[in-house]
């Protein structure tokens, strides 16, 4: 039997390791210290919140510092200087139906924005930016936003399935893994898009 969780996977994304704890690149999951020392001295701009295309330990933990940051926002003032932005590369913002449906209402009124097939591939911390790798658009062939009509964000297209958006905080719910000593073992897939996940018959486990 084997149960041992999952991790962090920080090589999941190019320039993590050298972007967190520094430059607003920040996570609850590894150091919700300095996320609150960025949300002290945030005075404006991008405040750009993220969805890994992995599975990872909480669904909601990425959109619960959203919410919290956005209060945090408001009562130090400069929340009308500020742009709260969801990227995510799903098609909705919560894979239960219910949830989803009054979490849209939630952002709505909040006024945050929101980024759908959007997958993070890479971090420039230095310079303050996140790129993306478009997964999908829609059928008129553009891509899904919701409450940024005018680009106010900036996000800039760089090819056919680039873009990046800059930001002066960036939080990440980081890509997740099986624990090396499962992912690189014989009893998991060996490519496909199970790679690294032990392979289980889903009616006997």
Known sequence: MVCPGIQIDLDGIEGLRESLGKNGVCSNYTDP????????????GNALFTQP????????????????ADDYFIKSGVRDKTNVIFATPGTSIFGVKEFAETLTKVVNRKGIILKFYHKL???DGENKKAIYELT???????????????????????GKTTLTIPFEMLHLAQP???????KKSKITHQDGASKGWVKVDQNSL
């Open 33 to 44: 210290n300095y996320t609150w020392e960025v949300l002290q001295k945030f005075k404006g």
């Open 136 to 158: 999908a658009t829609d059928e008129s062939n553009c891509i899904i936003t919701v409450n940024d009509d005018n680009n106010i964000i900036q996000e800039d297209i760089v």
């Open 121 to 123: 591939v890479k971090i």
């Open 176 to 182: 997740q893994s099986a624990p090396n000593f499962v």
């Open 53 to 68: 295309a992995t599975p990872i330990k909480c669904g909601g933990a990425p959109q619960k510092i959203m919410y919290l």
